[in-house]
């Protein structure tokens, strides 16, 4: 392949801080957020034009459960249980009336939020902007080059944070990653009008007999109530097999893949659905969702079995109740695993789920479990940065229970705290005293067990 030399140019500092987040989910947000709290100095970049990642730009508008697995334990709080307060005084979140219950949420008045959590904590924003590379001086990272409409520039800063989902940053360092052999399937989501209020319709029925003629594969799929917009769902019916979002050719073919999926979904309910109701597309996703792509390794891999029995971790920064949840890599369908040893696959749309056990019963079943800072912590390398998000150090099973996002918010909280511990030690990252480190979390909100 042919290459080209691009000419050495100088390149301008667009802002100096003290920690910078990269990538501007709510993970990342909360990162930032958490830090400007204990008085650093705090810049974020983000892509899209609206910070919120996944729950904004791909619409998936579902935060699960905050309690245990009974449901008589809060073991989550902080940032997460925050923004769902300030969403309720704008009708802007529903919460279950079910014993373990979740969110539903309007995500464009997430949006709103999180522009104004990043405003009231004098967070530097850079929306449209890209993270380009990274600038090193010795073995640390001294700043990041960004593009955007202002041209190339940099952002320097004493301590990083890497929140970009996909590991860019922790991959440009070098930083040693690994690939699962397989990989759960992204989906574009969408918010559809009037599809489930077809009167005497099954149209999931129908994309099973008929959704071959539009090119859909046998697949599974959800929907999830948008608050205070009856008849208005969203919409996550397929899957992009066989691809790999954190490559840049198959990402543009999995976004036109996805976005054609929800038209075919469509357009088996218009030929063979009822001609007298309307339905509508109303909005699709800014971004696939990605499910999983590249991790880090980290100082600890959080398996399956810390995750399945309940582990508890000195260093736990985290806690989670949701179930293991992974989408089949290779075929439709999906099987969750609970704590309380129980296996559900839902082989497609129409079959009829198969529950069986992945171990016997035990004479007390975990209800909750946990996730170590030293999973969060890159194994060697770079001294003052830290990840946050979905590339942490966990293997298949774990990861497919740590990802949502009630627990990644929390990991870009600690990421948060334990940057600013490190300034203020004048430490790496990797050397942050964890019991003071559990101490702040606490003191700001968090439920540290």
């Not at 590379?133 to 960004?146: F, M, T, Y």
Request: aromatic residues 6%.
């Amino acid at each position: 392949m042919k290459t080209i030399t691009e000419p050495a140019r100088r390149i301008p500092t667009a802002h100096e801080c003290d920690i910078c987040v990269v990538g501007g989910s709510c993970t990342g947000v909360f990162a930032a957020v958490r830090a400007a709290r204990l008085g650093a100095k705090v810049a974020i970049i983000e892509k899209h034009n609206c910070f919120g990642g996944v729950a904004t730009c791909g619409l998936v508008n579902i935060w699960h459960s905050l309690h245990d697995t009974t449901g008589e334990e809060q073991i989550i709080a902080g940032l997460t249980q925050e923004v769902v307060e300030r969403l309720q005084r704008r009708n802007g979140v529903t919460i279950t009336d079910d014993r373990v219950n979740h969110h539903r949420l309007n995500t464009e008045e997430l949006k709103i939020e999180l522009d104004e959590l990043i405003t009231e904590h004098r967070i530097h924003p850079f929306l449209h902007t890209f993270y380009a590379a990274p600038h090193l001086e010795g073995d640390r990272l001294a700043a990041i080059i960004v593009e955007n409409k202002s041209g190339r520039r940099a952002i320097a800063a004493r301590m990083f944070i890497d929140a970009t989902g996909d590991a860019d940053l922790c991959l440009d360092l070098g930083l040693e990653s690994y690939r699962p052999e397989t990989l759960q399937p992204p989906t574009t989501c969408a918010k559809l009008f009037g599809v489930n209020a077809l009167d005497n319709f099954n149209w999931r029925q129908a994309v099973v007999e008929h959704g071959s003629e539009f090119g859909l594969r046998e697949d599974w799929g959800w929907s999830s109530a948008i608050p205070g917009m009856p008849g208005l769902e969203m919409h996550a019916d397929t899957h992009v097999f066989e691809t790999d979002t954190a490559d840049g050719d198959l990402l543009t073919a999995s976004e036109i893949e996805g976005r054609r999926q929800v038209r075919a979904i469509m357009d088996v309910i218009r030929k063979y659905g009822p001609k007298e109701q309307q339905i509508a597309l109303a909005d699709l996703a800014a971004s696939i969702g990605a499910r999983e792509t590249r991790r880090i390794t980290g100082r600890y891999r959080l398996t399956g079995d810390d995750v399945l029995y309940g582990e508890r971790f000195e260093d736990a920064i985290a806690n989670g109740s949701y179930r293991v949840d992974i989408h089949h890599a290779d075929s439709p369908g999906i099987t969750f695993r609970y704590l309380d040893g129980t296996e559900v696959v839902v082989p497609s749309r129409i079959e009829p789920k198969k529950v069986s056990r992945w171990r016997d019963p035990l004479p007390e079943d975990p209800t909750f479990y946990q996730i170590p800072f030293r999973s969060l912590l890159p194994a060697s390398g770079c001294p003052n940065l830290i990840m946050a998000g979905r590339m942490l150090d966990a293997d298949k099973v774990a990861f497919s229970a740590a990802r949502v996002m009630v627990n990644m918010n929390q990991t870009g909280e600690a990421a948060g705290v334990a940057a600013y511990l490190s300034l203020e030690g004048d430490c790496p990252t990797a050397e942050a005293d964890v019991t003071k480190l559990r101490k702040k979390l606490s003191e700001g909100g968090s439920i540290i067990l």
